[in-house]
């Protein structure tokens, strides 16, 4: 990868998220959360932010069996 290449942090409806290049359009289901930056600045939001890796669908499962 070019360490010059931009990304964008990309969420989809499952609260999954991607890097993608800001030159390159966005595919289809996912959106941009308004980040944007290095390889290295778009991992670390993302690894703040996504602490539970499961995808909402099995959270939202797995919270109603619960209940």
Do not use: F, I
């Not at 990868?1 to 999954?16: A, G, I, K, P, S």
């Amino acid at each position: 990868m070019n360490e010059d290449t931009r990304y964008h942090v990309l969420r989809n409806d499952e609260d999954q998220y991607s890097l993608w290049p800001v030159d390159v359009a966005v595919p289809a289901g996912w959106q941009p959360v308004g980040k944007e930056g290095t390889e290295e600045e778009c991992s670390a939001y993302v690894d703040e932010v996504w602490t539970d890796m499961r995808p909402r669908s099995l959270r939202e499962r797995m919270d109603n069996a619960q209940a």
